[in-house]
């Protein structure tokens, strides 16, 4: 591809899982859903996590009660990690919903004679909606995992004894 530039690359169904820039849409004025952007952690294959973390974990000292995080590609394995990390600092319930966006993208050749290549793909996106309450989890849905039960939540973490010595989760 060295012959070729980048003439434009769109994402399709992507909306919420990138920037609205690279959408290729105009700017629109602040709407309702600028709050629902403020509840969304958006987490990337160059993201870290303990970021990732702290940043929903502020979302729900913020007074929210529910946090999306938002994840396609690569980094669909770093959302889940993250969400079972949440899950295990406090009772939440979780929905998962799995989706896919195309990306298309266009080249034009730099020498004369090449014809233009449009390169099209889709790509795995998830959304996990964790909640503090029930208030708008719709329990039957088929990504519905309960929160975590007490013994699971303590049982996984490890501390250090009185003395200082590290003791691992039994």
Not at 7 to 34: M, N, R, W
């Amino acid at each position: 591809m060295d012959k070729y530039r980048l003439v434009d690359e769109q994402y399709i169904g992507a909306q919420g899982f990138i920037d609205e820039s690279k959408l290729g849409g105009t700017s629109a004025p602040p709407t309702d859903s600028d709050a629902e952007t403020e509840c969304t952690v958006r987490i990337t294959p160059q993201a870290k996590p303990r970021s990732c973390i702290t940043t929903a974990m502020n979302i729900f000292a913020g007074g929210n009660n529910h946090v999306e995080l938002k994840a396609l590609g690569k980094a669909i394995h770093k959302a889940v990690t993250i969400a079972e990390i949440l899950k295990r600092k406090m009772p939440l319930h979780q929905i998962n919903a799995l989706s896919s966006c195309e990306i298309v993208t266009t080249y034009e050749p730099l020498e004369e004679g090449l014809d233009t290549v449009v390169n099209q793909h889709y790509v795995s996106c998830l959304t996990i909606t964790l909640s503090t309450d029930l208030e708008g989890v719709d329990v039957h849905n088929i990504g519905y995992q309960p929160p975590l039960d007490e013994f699971e939540r303590s049982s996984h973490q490890s501390h250090t004894d009185l003395t200082g010595t590290y003791v691992p989760a039994s």
